[in-house]
């Protein structure tokens, strides 16, 4: 998997060491703010390629999302990518928010298409003078600014609405094609699923890094039913691993490091040197599976709360 990126050298150890990106969602409140900055603090020291922040559904977040970015360019020296969906937004709206972005110095975005207007599972429709697909908005945001840097999804088990991996992978090579050079998976927890998605993708021709997301499973029964609905399989044996364990947080915060380090450790042995971590806003988890990857803070960071 030498082609999914080249290996850096880690001046702590002098062995190569991943490249990593964060992903953060944007706070609602007061509280979730602070945990979010207690969270980029900690993890800023890792060195991460990028962290990107997330976009409510429909555009729900747009001005969180946007403060949220700006502020990661103003107060740290991370790179930051935005997360923009087009669905339910007209063209114009969309181009305003990638100006915006551009102004402000933003020079990654991860181009979606975004959920059907009701809800995963529903029919998906555009609004009409909208973007009408995912390869159209990054043709967009590439028009107007080439310099902006364009990451996109890709779906191991092929995302819910394609009718089967043809289709879902003619998807991914229309938004490579568009100017994506680089894809994100969607959270996947049985390994073989990605390298023969892999394969797929290598396959039609598509040579851009596919950088597995991984998702460190803290509150098990939430995210179940959320990683589910967007269609990730969960496992039985990772049910079972979380068994018993709804009323004890601190357990299943040490399994949910457990077993998404081996898994990270099990690609790694495989030759996959680029992770992106579903952070869900906490620093604890994930700082502590980086350092099971052999990645060391570049300054000394502040002792985690015991
Ligand atoms: P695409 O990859 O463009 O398409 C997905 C599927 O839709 C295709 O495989 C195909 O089956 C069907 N499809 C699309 N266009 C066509 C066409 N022209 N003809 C036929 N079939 C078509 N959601 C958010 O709301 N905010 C976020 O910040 C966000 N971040 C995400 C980050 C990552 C890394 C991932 C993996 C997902 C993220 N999502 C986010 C979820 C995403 O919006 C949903 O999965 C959505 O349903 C699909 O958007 P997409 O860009 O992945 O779609």
Same mark, same amino acid.
């Given at each position: 998997m030498t082609d999914l990126t080249t290996p850096i050298a880690n001046g702590a150890a002098g062995l190569t060491r991943p490249k990593i990106s964060f992903e953060f969602f944007p706070p609602k409140t007061e509280e979730m703010d602070k945990t979010l900055w207690t969270s980029i603090e900690r993890l800023a020291p890792l060195e991460p390629n990028f962290v990107s922040v997330t976009y409510g559904?429909?555009? &729900?977040?747009r001005e969180r999302t946007h403060a949220t970015i700006s502020r990661i360019l103003k107060e740290t020296s991370l790179l930051p990518a935005a997360h923009l969906t087009?669905?339910? &937004?007209a063209r114009g709206e969309i181009d305003e928010i990638v100006d915006r972005y551009h102004e402000v110095g933003v020079r990654h975005i991860v181009a979606l298409r975004g959920d059907p207007p009701g809800g995963i599972g529903t029919p998906y429709y555009t609004h009409?003078?909208?973007?009408?697909s995912s390869p159209e908005l990054i043709a967009g945001i590439k028009k107007r600014h080439p310099d902006i840097e364009v990451s996109v999804s890709a779906y191991p088990e092929k995302?819910?609405? &394609?009718?089967d991996f043809k289709a879902d992978v003619d998807i991914l090579k229309a938004k490579v094609d568009a100017g994506a050079t680089r894809a994100i998976t969607q959270?996947?927890?049985?390994?073989d699923l990605y390298f023969r998605y892999l394969d797929r993708v290598r396959a039609r021709g598509i040579d851009i890094p596919i950088v597995p997301g991984i998702m460190p499973m803290h509150n098990f029964k939430q995210a179940r039913g959320f990683v589910t609905r967007a269609g990730t399989t969960v496992p039985q044996w990772l049910a079972e691993k979380f068994?018993?364990?709804?009323?004890?947080a601190e357990t299943r915060k040490l399994v949910a490091a457990t077993v998404a380090a081996g898994q990270v450790q099990k690609l790694a042995k495989r030759g996959v040197d680029t992770f992106h971590f579903y952070t869900m806003n906490r620093a604890d988890l994930v700082f502590a599976i980086s350092h099971l990857l052999g990645i060391r803070p570049t300054k000394p960071v502040k002792k985690a709360a015991a």
């Amino acid at each position: 998997m030498t082609d999914l990126t080249t290996p850096i050298a880690n001046g702590a150890a002098g062995l190569t060491r991943p490249k990593i990106s964060f992903e953060f969602f944007p706070p609602k409140t007061e509280e979730m703010d602070k945990t979010l900055w207690t969270s980029i603090e900690r993890l800023a020291p890792l060195e991460p390629n990028f962290v990107s922040v997330t976009y409510g559904a429909g555009g &729900s977040t747009r001005e969180r999302t946007h403060a949220t970015i700006s502020r990661i360019l103003k107060e740290t020296s991370l790179l930051p990518a935005a997360h923009l969906t087009c669905v339910g &937004s007209a063209r114009g709206e969309i181009d305003e928010i990638v100006d915006r972005y551009h102004e402000v110095g933003v020079r990654h975005i991860v181009a979606l298409r975004g959920d059907p207007p009701g809800g995963i599972g529903t029919p998906y429709y555009t609004h009409a003078d909208g973007y009408q697909s995912s390869p159209e908005l990054i043709a967009g945001i590439k028009k107007r600014h080439p310099d902006i840097e364009v990451s996109v999804s890709a779906y191991p088990e092929k995302h819910p609405e &394609s009718l089967d991996f043809k289709a879902d992978v003619d998807i991914l090579k229309a938004k490579v094609d568009a100017g994506a050079t680089r894809a994100i998976t969607q959270v996947f927890f049985d390994n073989d699923l990605y390298f023969r998605y892999l394969d797929r993708v290598r396959a039609r021709g598509i040579d851009i890094p596919i950088v597995p997301g991984i998702m460190p499973m803290h509150n098990f029964k939430q995210a179940r039913g959320f990683v589910t609905r967007a269609g990730t399989t969960v496992p039985q044996w990772l049910a079972e691993k979380f068994d018993g364990l709804d009323d004890d947080a601190e357990t299943r915060k040490l399994v949910a490091a457990t077993v998404a380090a081996g898994q990270v450790q099990k690609l790694a042995k495989r030759g996959v040197d680029t992770f992106h971590f579903y952070t869900m806003n906490r620093a604890d988890l994930v700082f502590a599976i980086s350092h099971l990857l052999g990645i060391r803070p570049t300054k000394p960071v502040k002792k985690a709360a015991a």
